[in-house]
């Protein structure tokens, strides 16, 4: 069993990732949040400091990249490997915001087979890197992942990662488990689940039906519970309000470190969307905390909430 951190823009950053690492185990691999794919006179990598090899020193770390031309992951890959040294790589074909789609790009470029056959086919046939593939069931149509799924079976990729949902769900309602189950029986590639994952009982539920996955992205669940990993494989020791007390106050103190007071308040208010699941708070209560606009006022209400 392998847990892998999933990429959320604008939130998994290296230090995000590398703060999360130092307080909860059961953690082996992550994708980065996506990087845009250019020609090679564009290219400026010097500053994506999100995979610099200094800042991923933990656990294997995989760039994901965005875009929709063949020739622009060439270049791309072959720059970052020659820079940094990966020799994997990941695309993003399942972002669902509507900018991203707009550009035929994410899940906007899912209806379309022959693109992402040719994007495949350049990066494994003109590179010698490891290749995979994050995608969902399809922008509008279950079909279109089939179809994707059974023009990619030959090609030697990785894995691929799959989210049981349409991009115009983005993140609503259930995950659709039936269309999962036909992408599951097609394809001959080493599928990585991820989707709505956020308890054992989850877990055992998917395991059973899916019995030859033995890779699981958690994304949403490992915030709503930084300890799930652990739980999942059977190693979580300790008080968990006790480490998560120590965790929450140390990353903070990072974020202080490196931001301001005001960008802290606003990336912590983004993380307590996730954090009022462990501790039940209700949604009058975390409305109380995110209306704070003081940094010392909410830093201390936050604290309250912690040490409960």
């Not at 989707?195 to 039906?209: H, I, P, V």
Request: aromatic share 12%.
């Amino acid at each position: 069993m392998r847990i892998w951190l999933a990429p959320l823009h604008g939130i998994t950053n290296y230090m995000f990732r590398n703060s999360l690492y130092r307080h909860v185990g059961g953690i082996d691999c992550c994708v980065t949040p996506f990087l845009p794919v250019q020609e090679t006179a564009k290219l400026n990598i010097r500053n994506w400091r999100d995979i610099w090899p200094k800042n991923n020193t933990d656990i294997l770390t995989i760039p994901q990249l965005m875009g929709n031309k063949p020739a622009h992951f060439v270049d791309t890959m072959r720059m970052v490997h020659d820079m940094y040294g990966y020799e994997a790589f990941n695309w993003n074909i399942g972002c669902p915001v509507a900018q991203v789609v707009r550009r035929r790009r994410g899940c906007g470029i899912m209806p379309d087979a022959d693109a992402v056959e040719a994007v495949v086919r350049t990066v494994t046939t003109q590179t010698p890197f490891r290749f995979s593939v994050k995608m969902r069931l399809g922008l509008k149509e279950p079909s279109e992942g089939l179809e994707i799924l059974e023009r990619l079976n030959d090609y030697p990729l990785d894995f691929i990662v799959i989210h049981p949902r349409l991009g115009t769900q983005m993140y609503e309602g259930e995950p659709d488990l039936d269309h999962m189950d036909l992408l599951y029986q097609h394809t001959r590639h080493r599928l990585i689940y991820s989707g709505d994952l956020f308890s054992m009982d989850d877990y055992l539920k998917l395991q059973n039906r899916y019995p030859k996955i033995d890779d699981w992205m958690l994304g949403r669940g490992l915030l709503r519970n930084p300890f799930l990993a652990e739980e999942l494989k059977g190693c979580f020791s300790g008080d968990a309000k006790q480490r998560f007390s120590k965790y929450y106050q140390l990353w903070t103190q990072e974020l202080l470190d490196s931001v301001k007071e005001r960008s802290t308040m606003a990336k912590l208010k983004e993380l307590w969307h996730y954090y009022a699941c462990f501790f039940k708070l209700s949604p009058e209560q975390l409305q109380q905390l995110l209306r704070i606009n003081d940094w010392e006022q909410f830093f201390d209400r936050s604290l309250q909430f912690v040490r409960s």
